[in-house]
């Protein structure tokens, strides 16, 4: 209905504008390239919608779009969520905007989007509170242009965070957890909000992240030993607690070698057929794998126009890769904070798994949205480390040539 169209329209525009008021780590100048961010996010989601409309995906189904999902009332809905579906989640947050409401396709895609940005709300606030001073941040560039707040606004990032999708709720959990878990005390509703909301949604991210941050906690040299022992064994209950939903979950057995060998074979198989942007990557060297996870696809295999300008993107990420190791990264890593361990090793856990099961370009593309965040931040963090190593040691040289 038209009226529902235009009361969600304005609520997300106001939302998107002022939510960013409610961070007081944020400053003007912070708020103003927020409000950039967001125009742009919502231009993508435009984006999204043709693309969706034009070459059809999930996202019309959760908006029950489709002939079977059309007709399915709340009582389906409810039994296809009690029995662990993703899907069915997906179906149940929609069902009153979509099904009772009538909200249009399109608006439906500028709410998901607004979720979506305020996922780069909470990094970006996660971002300010470890790195409160970003001057010197714009230093560092690529192509001319300073990383920050430049990465911020790679298409990518908000393409797969900009419509209705199981991607935008978890880009949305991945911010708002990172930026919880900064200030536990004060965030406990932030915390349990995303892990009980990625769990419905993709329960083996959750299982991640639980297992990255406990790890980046129980490593941190700054905690006391009885924080780090409490700390592991609170990670341990949450990670013995959803361990066997998320093997039903991936249909997977055990963890035993030949199970997961067998899994990932079929998996890798059966997202590399049938589609223009399927790469082949079972024989593949492990480490040609990561690298086709993490920055493909490149000029040559760029499948059509959205791979050209993914190309673009990734030739970005590859240079600023090259930069964080240029930098001294695991002197930056092991005086990072526990939340920054924890960004680092989810990111790495992402980037060694997720290659064994994905032979389709265009899955890579949105399944490492969810660990590019990290990667950002922490070479932020990196390049700030690196600034105040440099600065220290000009001082200390300025000291010397004064007292000869």
């Not at 039994?79 to 997906?90: D, E, N, R, V, Y």
């Not at 709720?169 to 909000?193: D, E, H, P, Q, T």
């Not at 070698?257 to 059966?270: D, H, L, N, P, W």
Request: aromatic share 20%; glycine share 6%.
């Amino acid at each position: 209905m038209i009226l529902f169209d235009i009361i969600f329209l304005v609520i997300c525009l106001f939302l998107g504008f002022k939510f960013k008021e409610l961070f007081s780590v944020l400053d003007r100048s912070d708020k103003i390239i927020l409000n950039k961010l967001y125009i742009f996010h919502l231009a993508l989601s435009v984006v999204f919608f043709l693309f969706i409309r034009l070459q059809g995906g999930d996202s019309t189904n959760y908006w029950f779009m489709t002939y079977d999902f059309r007709y399915f009332d709340f009582n389906d809905v409810l039994l296809l969520f009690q029995k662990g579906s993703a899907t069915g989640s997906m179906l149940l947050l929609n069902y009153v905007p979509a099904k009772i409401l009538g909200v249009s396709f399109l608006i439906g895609n500028i709410i998901y989007a607004t979720v979506g940005f305020f996922g780069f709300v909470f990094f970006y606030a996660a971002l300010k509170e470890i790195i409160p001073e970003t001057a010197p941040l714009r230093r560092i560039k690529i192509f001319r242009v300073s990383v920050f707040p430049f990465l911020f606004f790679l298409p990518n990032l908000h393409f797969w965070s900009a419509g209705i999708s199981k991607d935008t709720l978890l880009f949305f959990c991945l911010g708002l957890f990172m930026y919880s878990i900064l200030k536990v005390n004060g965030r406990l509703w932030g915390i349990a909000l995303s892990i009980i909301l990625s769990f419905l949604i993709r329960p083996h991210i959750t299982l991640f992240l639980i297992a990255a941050f406990g790890i980046g906690f129980v490593i941190d040299g700054k905690l006391k030993t009885y924080q780090k022992i409490f700390i592991f064994f609170l990670f341990i209950i949450g990670f013995i607690f959803i361990f066997d939903y998320v093997l039903q979950f991936v249909q997977l057995e055990n963890f035993e070698a030949e199970t997961i060998e067998q899994y990932t074979s079929k998996r890798t198989v059966g997202l590399s057929v049938g589609s223009g942007s399927g790469v082949d990557v079972s024989n593949y060297p492990y480490p040609v794998k990561v690298f086709t996870f993490l920055y493909r696809p490149l000029f040559i295999d760029a499948p059509n126009m959205l791979g050209i300008l993914s190309s673009f993107e990734n030739l970005i990420l590859i240079i600023f890769t090259i930069k964080i190791f240029s930098n001294r990264p695991l002197q930056a890593f092991r005086k990072g904070s526990a939340v920054l361990k924890g960004a680092v090793i989810f990111f790495l856990l992402g980037a060694a798994s997720f290659p064994l099961i994905l032979g389709n370009l265009g899955i890579m593309l949105r399944q490492k949205n969810m660990f590019i965040p990290m990667l950002i931040i922490f070479g932020f963090w990196v390049f700030q480390s690196s600034y105040k190593r440099k600065y220290s040691q000009y001082l200390s040289m300025q000291q010397t040539n004064t007292k000869s």
